[in-house]
């Protein structure tokens, strides 16, 4: 199975899932890595890597939907069977939800439904909330509403900042966000209405 990273920013999901990769504890084959921004970090983890990049800017393009047609157009050249989003500071259009219907994955700095949006480990931690984690989800119309596939919680501690809060959740990323991409090329992910199960080992 190919797949498909796309981010945004400092590509720390992508580094762990290059690793995954290359461990052989995920066993698909990352094919591409797409960005909307051009100075990107992750983009540069993927030349390292010798992962092919695609840079599309978003300012070349009238609305989203006509962004999103052109990447489809580049996901099929390559074959892409699913994607991944690893800081994808984007909302990806109707077209491309169902274009990849319950073929893209993200992962949210939060427990889901709790502080969804751009900030959720700042939201939870200001909030008061005593603990928090992170989401794999499928991705779904609306923001970070899908499915969940896995999910992992830490106690807010009295001494944590949003820095060592910040540091906390990305382990708990680095280590979920391999393990829900693995489950589904294995293909061991089954829906039940939106509860997503995870079909055991034969
Ligand atoms: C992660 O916290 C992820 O949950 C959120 O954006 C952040 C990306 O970090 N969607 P990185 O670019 O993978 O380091």
Redesign the pocket.
Known sequence: MKFAVF?S??????QAIIDAVKAGTITGELALVVSNNRKAP?LKRAQDAGIKTLFLNPQDYATPTSYDRQLTIHLKQEQIDFIVL??YMRLVSAFFVKTYARKIL????SLLPSFKGLD??KDAFTYGAKVTG?TVHFVDEKMDHGPIILQDAIKIAESDTIETLTEK??KI?HRIYPKAIQLFVEGRLTMKGRRVEIVEKP
């Open positions: 981010a920013g400092h590509g720390s999901n992508l992750a690893a800081g993200n992962i949210h700095p959720g480990i992170a959740i990305h990323e």
